[in-house]
């Protein structure tokens, strides 16, 4: 999706400034939100995929003038609606009004630190062998997809070469739109800057990680 979130190698926009408050929480409320985000996805109703998407798919200004929790808020209320966990009554009032639904998982406060700490790897293993190697010229495909990829936009349709070969990964461009995990070959892609804004730049080189999926031979004439 080509949405707000998609700013890499937009201008207009600033430069990048660090905030001198370190923390990783401003107000009580952004530290429940991120705990019921975690509490919810373990549930299984959906997957970090799905969880991506609910949040790119945000209107830009709402997403641009919202703050990385706020964002977060958002889209959590669209998977609780989507998945018919609450109501938008309910979530508005803040109280619930109907039945529980059932949920695949349950994560139990005792079991928070282990699930953090084991994370949710998504290597796979692979269907087929990897049809890029090391050192291999590529080209990424110019993709336009109303749903959700990893695909950045300025990298579309530019050319690069393999720096390093990941293995099987699940593919998210399908997990989150349901299709499943259809794990693809994941590689690192190394991109001249030039190639992707031109000689008016003063970067030198951008490393993108690239699912097979997008990829292409830049000899075979086919994006």
Same mark, same amino acid.
């Given at each position: 999706m080509n949405g707000a979130q998609d700013l890499g190698g937009m201008q207009a926009f600033g430069l990048v400034q660090a905030e001198a408050d370190a923390s990783l929480f401003h107000a009580?409320?952004?530290?429940? *939100?991120?705990?019921?985000t975690l509490a919810m996805g373990a549930t299984?109703?959906?997957? $970090?995929d799905m969880s991506r998407a609910a949040r790119e798919s945000l209107p830009p200004a709402q997403y641009l003038s919202s703050s990385y929790y706020q964002i977060?808020?958002?889209?959590?209320?669209?998977?609780?609606?989507s998945t018919g966990l609450a109501t938008a009554e309910e979530i508005g009032t803040g109280e619930s =009004?109907?039945?529980?639904?059932? *949920?695949?998982? %349950?994560?139990?406060?005792?079991?928070?630190?282990?699930?953090?700490?084991?994370?949710?790897? %998504?290597n796979r293993a692979a269907a087929a062998g990897a049809r890029f190697k090391l050192g291999d010229r590529v080209q990424t495909r110019q993709l336009n997809p109303?749903?959700? =990829?990893?695909?950045?936009?300025?990298?579309?349709?530019?050319?690069?070469? $393999?720096? !390093? *070969?990941?293995? !099987?990964? *699940?593919?998210?461009? =399908?997990?989150?739109?349901?299709l499943g995990e259809q794990p693809q070959w994941l590689y690192t892609v190394c991109?001249?800057?030039?190639e992707l804004w031109g000689t008016d730049t003063t970067a030198a080189s951008v490393c993108v990680d690239c699912w097979e999926p997008y990829l292409v031979d830049p000899d075979a004439g086919s994006t």
């Open positions: 009580d409320w952004e530290r429940r *939100v991120l705990a019921i299984g109703k959906w997957n $970090i977060w808020f958002e889209g959590l209320k669209k998977l609780l609606l =009004t109907s039945a529980a639904a059932s *949920v695949p998982r %349950v994560l139990m406060a005792d079991q928070v630190a282990a699930a953090l700490l084991r994370g949710s790897p %998504v109303s749903t959700h =990829t990893r695909l950045p936009r300025y990298c579309r349709g530019k050319r690069g070469r $393999i720096l !390093a *070969v990941h293995g !099987a990964h *699940v593919f998210p461009d =399908t997990n989150a739109v349901g991109f001249d800057a030039s």
